[in-house]
T-cell receptor, first 116, second 112 residues
Framework: ETGVTQSPTHLIKTRGQQVTLRCSSQ?????VSWYQQALGQGPQFIFQYYREEENGRGNFPPRFSGLQFPNYSSELNVNALELDDSALYLC???????????????FGEGSRLTVL | QQQVKQSPQSLIVQKGGISIINCAYE??????FPWYQQFPGKGPALLIAIRPDVSEKKEGRFTISFNKSAKQFSLHIMDSQPGDSATYFC???????????FGTGTSLTVIP
């Protein structure tokens, strides 16, 4: 069973630039969620994708966008980077919630973004 | 507004002791309460989870105690080991929607 993999692991950008982060979901999982974890804080929900469509969004501006592909992998795009976007970005895969499962999250190791 | 409040922020326990981390919530629509363990440089990993129709769940040395009327739940780590040193997050999810709300984390250090 292959776990959740994310790339790149670390990257440095300057304010105003754009960034794309990638995630491969765990085998058999059809849902991908993205979370932002600032230093010393808990993860904050950005959005979730299911069947290639956004399926819930947290309190993040539209410059945070995403995609899910037919193989369930996903991308997170952030435009017009700001200093406060510096964080660990976590991808989590899961099965869609149903009466048979809890939709629990399986996290990757994250992409550490630094905005200068 | 923090949907799930977690305490303490940090905790130091002697090897063999009991570690206790507490969380509280307000939203009665939450129906699933997991705990995650995170080591430095790694993503959070699911440790144990509970539903509000159960007051206690035990898996090995880890136990969740759940008080629905008080809207509180806690993680107990029995016989704490140095390898348990990590950051622990409680979380909650509503009975609709897909968003998990995380606490701010507790940094646990177990001294040999």
């Amino acid at each position: 069973e292959t776990g959740v993999t994310q790339s790149p692991t670390h990257l440095i950008k300057t304010r105003g630039q754009q960034v794309t982060l990638r995630c491969s979901s765990q085998s058999g999982h059809n849902t991908v969620s993205w979370y932002q974890q600032a230093l010393g804080q808990g993860p904050q929900f950005i959005f979730q994708y299911y069947r290639e469509e956004e399926n819930g969004r947290g309190n993040f501006p539209p410059r945070f966008s995403g995609l899910q592909f037919p193989n369930y992998s996903s991308e997170l795009n952030v435009n017009a980077l700001e200093l406060d976007d510096s964080a660990l970005y976590l991808c989590a895969s899961s099965l869609a919630r149903s009466s048979g499962n809890t939709g629990e999250l399986f996290f990757g190791e994250g992409s550490r973004l630094t905005v200068l | 507004q923090q949907q799930v409040k977690q305490s303490p922020q940090s905790l130091i326990v002697q090897k063999g002791g009991i570690s206790i981390i507490n969380c509280a919530y307000e939203n009665t629509a939450f129906d699933y309460f997991p705990w995650y363990q995170q080591f430095p440089g790694k993503g959070p990993a699911l440790l144990i989870a509970i539903r509000p129709d159960v007051s206690e769940k035990k898996e090995g040395r880890f136990t969740i105690s759940f008080n629905k009327s008080a809207k509180q739940f806690s993680l107990h780590i029995m016989d704490s080991q140095p390898g348990d040193s990590a950051t622990y997050f409680c979380a909650a999810r509503g009975n609709t929607g897909n968003q998990f709300y995380f606490g701010t984390g507790t940094s646990l250090t177990v001294i040999p």
